[in-house]
Antibody
Framework: QVQLQQSGPGLVKPSQTLSLTCGVS??????????WSWIRQSPSRGLEWLGR?????????DSAESLIGRITFNADTSKNQFSLHLKSVTPEDTAIYYC??????????????WGQGVLVTVSS | DIQMTQFPSSLSASGGDRVTITCRASQRISRFLSWYQQKPGKAPKLLIS???MLESGVPSRLSGSGSGTEFTLTIDGLQSEDFATYFC?????????FGGGTRVDFK
């Protein structure tokens, strides 16, 4: 059974960097068939895919175009976890942040396992 | 980027009812469409992949159909545990995108 456990602060000041970590059990972050995504949810934006990191002989990242330049991802294989870093946050970045595993299906891919979610509030 | 439009945004129904939720993609996505259920305070739960493939443990009263740009989720015989919010999601291309959600509540 795959489990994702999120950790990170629930309050971040404007202009600072939001950092969250997702610990993985039951699978490996360096799996060659899974990818590891970050998704956030807010009343104004709904569910928004932020990006992903994955390993296919080397590490790759994809991110939402609107966040390019502000968002980075990394993975720590020794701890079997992956992380999100979003810099220069504003109150518009206030949301519940989820990590999720993406895996293939017959047509396309799905997010089959999710972290518990962390409410991150951007406020001074 | 592919936009997903879901409707209705909410509906009220009674136990035993048949409920249909529609999801429309801004461009053709073949059958690269999934459905999720979310209950308050919880992460979304995967119900259906590849337009119509039920995940393990998902009751057969749920079904999905469609292709191209128009997709539907049907619940035939609504049960108490089905009162929740439902989202569609396309995996045709990055950036992945979700519909705005349909809240199903008790009439």
């Amino acid at each position: 059974q795959v489990q994702l456990q999120q950790s990170g602060p629930g309050l971040v000041k404007p202009s600072q960097t939001l950092s969250l970590t997702c610990g993985v059990s039951g699978d490996s972050v360096s799996s060659d068939i899974a990818t590891w995504s970050w998704i956030r949810q807010s009343p104004s934006r709904g569910l928004e895919w932020l990006g992903r990191t994955f390993y296919r002989t080397k590490w790759y990242n994809d991110s939402a175009e609107s966040l390019i330049g502000r968002i980075t991802f990394n993975a720590d294989t020794s701890k079997n976890q992956f992380s999100l870093h979003l810099k220069s946050v504003t109150p518009e970045d206030t949301a519940i942040y989820y990590c999720a595993r993406e895996i293939g299906r017959r047509s396309g891919t799905v997010f089959d396992y999710w972290g518990q979610g962390v409410l991150v509030t951007v406020s001074s | 980027d592919i936009q997903m439009t879901q409707f209705p945004s909410s509906l009220s129904a009674s136990g035993g009812d048949r409920v249909t939720i529609t999801c429309r993609a801004s461009q053709r996505i073949s059958r690269f469409l999934s459905w999720y259920q979310q209950k308050p305070g919880k992460a979304p739960k995967l119900l259906i992949s590849s337009t119509s493939m039920l995940e393990s443990g998902v009751p057969s009263r749920l079904s999905g159909s469609g292709s191209g740009t128009e997709f539907t989720l049907t619940i035939d015989g609504l049960q108490s545990e089905d009162f929740a919010t439902y989202f569609c999601q396309q995996s045709h291309s990055v950036p992945f995108s979700f519909g705005g959600g349909t809240r199903v509540d008790f009439k």
